[in-house]
């Protein structure tokens, strides 16, 4: 999941799946086992390859990012080339020496809250993993970092939004992002069936819809759920968000776009993951590889999307298309997870 960073199209980059968690919830299957990562002079280059095809922000997630050493390398490279950054972390590790290497460096530190403390501990299999969090968000304030939320929404815990609201606001944060649980990675065993159902998305919906009327100014409040409607109209999430979050369905196939290997990457799919085996896919981490660009270990980025224009984004283009048309008709949920139904079906068209 990669959270929104000032409406930019995101390059969402896993550069090791070492982590001090064993979360139950996690799509990478990070844990303390793992060791190594990335290369830093292969995620340079994706990078600087990034920024040329239109994207605007870089997100690093993991595993735990804060335990890649050549974290600092990657944000400034980020900056030298205008591009905004984030870093999403458990919120454990913070120290000194970490928070100074953050500063100035990182636009928004995104921090996972899985509800009430006891909710946390149990989605983070750890006890004691809330209150570790929140005792290092003193320091993430005085060091002047911006920061904000992201809640993984389950079939158990939607009841618990407006609690998580209430908590972002005392501590400070500028953004709560809600994101439905897909069942990838760990999740698939340890949380199978526990992926919000019609009740809780609808519940969510509403809820955030409130939060953001009634916070406005005082915390900005993302879900990441589509309304069947939008499709209807021939609409689907924008790439970067937008002023309304929304865009026509797949602009790089519109009539005056121009042919789909004369444009920027960016404006074709978004956002761009890069796994922490170093495959390149859309939308999310685990989108089936059939539709992969290939492997950073193969190609640089740039040569990978012209690869991937030619063999590819028509299959693609015809996947997204395809999953809107059978998901606008009237039908219940009325809000859906646009990126993990566009993957569903690629699984089955794989």
Known sequence: MAPSVDGARVLQLHPTRACNLRCRHCYSSSGPEERG??????????????AEEGYGAVSVSGGEPLLYPGLPELLDEAGGHGLATAVTTNGMLFDERRLEELRGRCDLLAIGLDGVPESHDRMRARPGAFAAMEGRLEDVREAG????FLFTLTRANAHELGWIADFAIAQGASLLQIHPLEETGRARQ???????DDFESAFAWVVANRLRDSLRGRLSVHVDLLDRAALRLGLAPAPDGGPSGLEPLAPAAEPGSGPAWARRLADLVAPLVVE??????PFRYGFPRAFALGTLEEARLRFLAVR????RLAAFTELVRRTAFELAGPADPPFVNWHEEV????EAAA
Request: charged fraction near 20%; hydrophobic fraction near 55%.
């Open 190 to 196: 340890t949380l199978a069936g526990a992926a919000p």
């Open 276 to 281: 922490a085996d170093g495959a390149v896919v």
């Open 37 to 50: 990562g990335l290369g830093v002079d292969l995620l340079r280059g994706a990078i600087a390859d990034a």
């Open 343 to 346: 993957a569903r079906r690629a």
């Open 308 to 311: 991937w224009r030619v063999r």
């Open 145 to 148: 970092l911006t920061f904000g």
